[in-house]
């Protein structure tokens, strides 16, 4: 098994194609409608999909938000370093919602970032997200 996509549900499509693809840098990999069921799809990664999880968007015509519940918490993006890219998100027009820094307890670099439909996004200095897995 592999893991393939995260699904996010979001409030406006192009609004989050352009947060994921020029403020963190992604590609959009594919993009399509269904006119029968209303909703469009785009899914944006940093690799083809073949290579990596991606993440896919998804836009039901008409909803413009979503509450976003207590169980879903974030997904992490390694990055060479955390405060630099930090300040390019937020030159970029991007929310940083937590400074670069050591995690709580611990010493590994780490921050967050909010996408527009308010999705965290956390970022992990690559060096020690490495050591995070055991590798």
């Not at 029968?36 to 073949?50: H, I, N, P, R, T």
Request: with cysteine.
């Amino acid at each position: 098994m592999r893991l393939l996509h995260t699904m996010l549900r979001v409030g406006n499509l192009q609004r989050s194609i352009d947060f994921y693809t020029k403020v963190l840098g992604m590609r959009l990999l594919r993009s399509s409608e269904n006119t029968e069921y209303k909703y469009s799809l785009a899914f944006v990664g940093y690799s083809d999909e073949s290579q990596g999880a991606v993440i896919e968007l998804t836009y039901n015509w008409g909803v413009e938000s979503y509450e976003m519940g207590t169980a879903f918490g974030h997904i992490a993006l390694g990055v060479d370093n955390v405060a630099a890219t930090c300040e390019q998100i937020r030159q970029a027009g991007g929310n940083v919602t937590r400074e670069a820094g050591p995690v709580k307890g611990g010493s590994t670099i780490i921050a967050f970032v909010e996408d527009p439909d308010g999705y965290k996004i956390e970022l992990i200095e690559n060096k020690q997200a490495s050591q995070a897995l055991g590798n």
